[in-house]
């Protein structure tokens, strides 16, 4: 128990002190809303029969406080205090619970955060392993099932347990047998549900992971919809999300039906136990009908809150027990993630930062070896190369000789095994950042948003922030210019998801011109193979060559005329640069 309270609060965001001002709160409704049931069974008592005031000490002195008249005249009074309790009980508690509606939903927002952070900050080997629809699944299910299978099931039965505590003191004093009885009710359906544990833990596992693959397989299938189209093999997504889907309906009625249990249990040996207790009572000795009253009363109290606060409690403990899971993959994410010393991704809400390092000279790289987590083989092997500013270089090899692996280590994304990469002499992983900062990159495949050229050129700025004379100059350069005038919306025209209202050759240009938009010192290309046409190619080709001189241009080269207005070509095989020189020299010659 401590272990799983010490994860709930690692996993918990925020000031974690008010966690005992919402205890306090529950306690305090609890043991107000108690003591107003407690009360009931005396006032029963009373208005049956007024003289028995005198029979209990506090109620006598209160009595004898107020001077009334008759015994009879106290119980109006008593019913008023009840009434009062109950009301101030009532207001107390919907405050209590709107704060915690507050407290749990600004938990669940602030999770969220913390989670998309971590997974954009974390490095980048992270997402070599992790599938996206398990990452979407913990921002937005997980932190959900959090709130509602741990912070509320944990709060709520701290204040239960104080309720039946409180009510079973009454019981006590009241009728000791009673008690008895319904503790005879109570426990066995609190050892089976504690038994059932494993098995409620088993089905919130079954349920998020099927919930995982249902993320899963609706990305797959609209996600390449039009393979999926083409191939015709829509039933297979569908299938596979039914499949996950009957898991997880399968394992979510198990849980939910076991969840009806405890009421069902214990109101139905409650009510057997009362009619059998009564009438042995009767056949036994005989109870007199002010005794039954009491008795009665006792039972009311018991069915009104002892018993609905016992099932609440026990339900409690299945809910925590089933999210289990889910507090175990948030805390071992979290964990490893700020393990990883995640930092301020900078620059705030809807920012770039802009500090970049000084680049004065040249870019050295010495003896980068890399090898992917789990592979034996190095994907890169002792790469040393220097880059002078203004020069453009191109890498040229083999498919899986290392030209991408390469451009990720120089990007800042994989950290290498040994080597390092140094601008004017100073590391870069003294400041990454500062080191992204100088450079701009064009993806083979670009990223677009669902959004406006304006905006997906100008990614990731607020649009108050955006300049629109480098968006200018940034569309002229990529080519874009005659399309934008063509756009009867102009910049304005919205692009689709993933830029499907353009054509492979506009997307690629936009990409480019998001590149020159920023206006970063290095531009790394991964040149697209296929997506230009001749025009559009040789247009694209001269607006990076025209750069050429000002900027540094890392291009991984598919093309040969690329290579052709290049300083230096690398050619690179298994992971290493195995020859370097001019075009003429490494091209021509081979
Ligand atoms: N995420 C990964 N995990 C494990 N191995 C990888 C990963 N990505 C690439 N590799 C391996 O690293 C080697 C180099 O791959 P890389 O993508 O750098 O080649 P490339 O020259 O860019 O190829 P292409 O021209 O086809 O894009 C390959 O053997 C590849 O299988």
Not at 306 to 335: C, E, F, V, W
Not at 359 to 368: C, G, H
Not at 510 to 535: F, K, M, S
Request: glycine share 8%; net charge positive.
């Amino acid at each position: 128990m401590i272990k799983y309270l010490s994860k709930v609060l690692y996993v918990l965001s925020g000031r974690k002190s008010k966690l005992l001002l919402i205890l306090l709160m529950f306690v305090g409704t609890s043991v107000l809303e108690a003591l107003g049931i407690g009360l009931i069974g005396p006032f029963i008592t009373i208005a049956s029969k007024p003289e028995s005031i005198h029979t209990i000490g506090v109620l006598d002195w209160v009595y004898r406080q107020l001077g009334l008249q008759s015994s009879s005249h106290f119980i109006p009074v008593l019913g008023l205090v009840i009434i009062f309790i109950f009301c101030f009980k009532s207001i107390s508690y919907f405050l209590a619970r709107t704060y915690i509606y507050k407290f749990t939903f600004d938990q669940k927002r602030q999770q969220m955060s913390r989670l998309l952070h971590a997974y954009l900050a974390v490095p980048y080997t992270f997402h070599l392993s992790r599938n996206t629809a398990s990452l979407i699944k913990n921002i937005i299910l997980e932190t959900n099932s959090f709130t509602l299978s741990c912070m509320q099931p944990l709060l709520e039965g701290a204040a239960n347990l104080v309720v039946i505590c409180v009510l079973l003191l009454l019981l006590i004093k009241t009728s000791p047998l009673l008690m008895v009885m319904i503790l005879g009710i109570l426990l066995p359906t609190f050892i089976l549900f504690y038994r059932l544990g494993n098995k409620f833990k088993r089905w919130g596992k079954i349920a998020s992971e099927s919930q995982k693959e249902i993320i899963r397989a609706i990305n797959h299938g609209l996600g390449g919809v039009k393979e999926t189209r083409v191939i015709g093999c829509e039933s297979y997504f569908e299938k596979e999300m039914d499949k996950h889907t009957e898991k997880y309906e399968r394992a979510a009625t198990l849980f939910n039906s076991s969840q009806l249990l405890p009421r069902v249990l214990i109101e139905t040996s409650l009510i057997g136990f009362v009619v059998l207790f009564i009438s042995l009572s009767q056949v036994m000795g005989g109870q007199s009908m002010e005794d039954l009253t009491s008795v009665m009363g006792v039972f009311a109290i018991a069915s009104m809150r002892l018993i609905p606060a016992s099932s609440q409690l026990i339900q409690g403990i299945g809910r925590i027990r089933n999210g289990s899971h889910t507090l175990d993959m948030l805390y071992l994410d979290l964990k490893e993630i700020e393990k990883e010393k995640v930092g301020s991704l900078g620059g705030g809400y809807g920012e770039i930062e802009s500090k970049a390092m000084s680049f004065r000279d040249r870019v050295e790289l010495s003896n980068i070896t890399y090898r992917y987590p789990g592979n034996s083989e190095a994907a890169l092997q002792d790469v040393s190369l220097e880059i002078r500013k203004g020069e453009s270089i191109a890498f040229i090899g083999k498919s899986g000789a290392g030209k991408t692996t390469l451009v990720d280590v120089v990007l800042g994304l994989l950290t290498p095994e040994s080597g390092d990469i140094r601008v004017d002499d100073l590391s870069i992983y003294n400041s990454l950042r500062a080191w992204q900062n100088l450079i701009g990159y064009i993806p083979q495949s670009i990223f677009l948003t669902d959004d406006t050229i304006e905006r997906n050129i100008a990614f990731g700025v607020n649009d108050d922030k955006i300049n629109y004379e480098r968006l200018d100059r940034a569309i002229k350069a990529a080519q874009l210019g005659e399309l934008v005038a063509e756009l009867p919306k102009g910049i304005k025209t919205e692009v689709g998801e993933r830029g499907v209202r353009l054509s492979g050759g506009q997307r690629q240009r936009i990409g480019i011109a998001r590149a020159l938009y920023h206006e970063r010192e290095i531009l790394v290309l991964d040149e697209a193979t296929a997506a230009l046409d001749n025009e559009t190619e040789r247009l694209v080709s001269e607006a990076i060559t025209s750069l050429a001189g000002t900027k540094t241009l890392i291009i991984i080269a598919h093309r040969l005329t690329t290579v052709e207005k290049c300083d230096r070509v690398y050619v690179m095989e298994r992971g290493r640069v195995v020859k370097v020189g001019s075009y003429g020299e490494v091209v021509l010659e081979r």
